[in-house]
Nanobody, 115 residues
Framework: QFVGSGGGLVQPGGSLSLSCTAS????????VAWFREAPGKRREGIACISYNGGRTNYADSVKGRFTISRDNASNTMWLQMNSLKPEDTAVYYCAASQSGSYKYWGQGTRVTVSS
């Protein structure tokens, strides 16, 4: 349902960009978000953006370092991650909300921040 790209290994202080392109449905009227699941921890929402990109919200842990964006014309969403820290190591998931719940999910991509 989502085709994702990005992720990998990066040194502390580095940057990575993740993307997800929706397949089989349109993002036009859906809020979308990024979640992550670190080893031994629960999945947490870290960034979300409204259907038209007018509003964004971030978890305190990533505020000022991560940027969520979207382009409805290409059915794609992104997460730009800067100033990465070892504690950002996790599997990252994109998701789209329909009728108040996150119905569509990406397959997850692993991000490892390590020297």
């Amino acid at each position: 349902q989502f085709v994702g790209s990005g992720g990998g290994l990066v040194q502390p202080g580095g940057s990575l960009s993740l993307s997800c392109t929706a397949s089989g449905f349109t993002l036009d009227y859906l809020a979308v978000a990024w979640f992550r699941e670190a080893p031994g921890k629960r999945r947490e929402g870290i960034a979300c953006i409204s259907y038209n990109g007018g509003r964004t919200n971030y978890a305190d842990s990533v505020k000022g370092r991560f940027t969520i964006s979207r382009d409805n014309a290409s059915n794609t969403m992104w997460l730009q991650m800067n100033s990465l820290k070892p504690e950002d190591t996790a599997v990252y998931y994109c998701a789209a909300s329909q009728s108040g719940s996150y119905k569509y999910w990406g397959q997850g991509t692993r991000v490892t921040v390590s020297s």
